[in-house]
């Protein structure tokens, strides 16, 4: 039985990453069609009916919470790491977004040590610096192909580590669907006040990508909470590299967008560098 709830942990994992993928394709077509407020809008607005929903019949134990503080800040982290990613989806492709993204374990990794306590040794530091190496291929300041918004990717994966690092002080004393509800909700409600300033008349062809941003966006998060509930995160963490794949695809399909050589070389020694922390983790917890 415990290896048939890995075994489908694995499988929601990667359908997880399936569906953020497929989110960010909806986000980037809506990059030249819409403001990305809007675009952000309607992924945590969808998100917030979509839970509220589902917890509706005991919404009062859900709303209930013994770190609000935290909670806020967590969403708010969450909504920079969205507006970072769907701002530079203008300027920059799916498959250097993601490749950058995968720097987050990283970033975890150290802001772990400086706010948590937790060890950081030579390994984890080199494995640090390849990453950020791996970073610097894809990006390749000082070049042509070098764009600012891809500062923006990168300020992205800070927030989402900040959100990580914050959901792990946090520990396992609120539940997942109070996070969630949070995360959606306070987003909602600032968005709800930017979103008049910047709206921008949409067409009919439109609304399937603000609805699909917003449905595979939560289904993303629900099937992601499901995963984590049948199987440890450490086990997991090494799939969510599967998005490079669906990123790739998907660029092609959907955009005509070919990466080049050195995207493909960075990605592969960013994901080195994970893989190899993750190894080291995975390696002392079970001796």
């Given at each position: ?35 990305t ?38 969403a ?7 507006g ?29 040590a400086?706010f948590?306590g ?40 800070i ?84 998005a ?25 020694v ?8 993750w ?8 001796s």
């Amino acid at each position: 039985m415990a290896e048939n709830n890995v075994a489908r942990g694995i499988a929601l994992m990667i359908a997880a990453t399936l569906m953020f993928t497929l989110m960010d394709v909806c986000a980037k077509a809506l990059s030249t069609r819409v403001d990305t407020v809007q675009t952000l809008w309607a992924r945590y607005t969808v998100q917030m009916v979509v839970v509220a929903l589902i917890v509706l019949p005991r919404l009062r134990s859900v709303v209930h919470t013994q770190r609000l503080g935290l909670q806020v800040f967590r969403a708010f982290a969450l909504l920079a790491t969205t507006g970072f990613f769907f701002f530079g989806f203008k300027k920059m492709s799916l498959i250097e977004t993601t490749a950058l993204m995968q720097i987050s374990p990283i970033f975890i990794m150290v802001g772990a040590a400086v706010f948590l306590g937790e060890t950081f040794g030579f390994r984890r530091a080199a494995a640090a610096a390849v990453a950020l190496l791996g970073a610097m291929i894809v990006l390749r300041p000082g070049t042509d192909a070098f764009t600012p918004y891809a500062l923006l990717t990168l300020c992205g994966t800070i927030c989402y580590s900040s959100y990580a690092l914050a959901t792990r002080y946090a520990g396992r004393g609120e539940d997942v669907w109070t996070s969630l509800f949070y995360t959606g909700t306070v987003a909602t409600l600032v968005l709800c006040v930017m979103v008049p300033f910047f709206w921008q008349p949409l067409e009919a062809s439109d609304l399937p990508y603000m609805l699909g941003v917003g449905l595979l966006g939560t289904m993303g998060q629900l099937l992601l909470i499901r995963a984590l509930s049948m199987a440890p995160a450490s086990l997991l963490a090494p799939f969510t590299y599967v998005a490079l794949i669906f990123s790739t695809v998907w660029g092609v399909v959907f955009f005509d967008n070919y990466p080049d050589g050195p995207v493909y070389i960075g990605a592969l020694v960013i994901v080195g560098a994970g893989l190899y922390v993750w190894h080291r983790e995975t390696r002392v917890k079970t001796s």
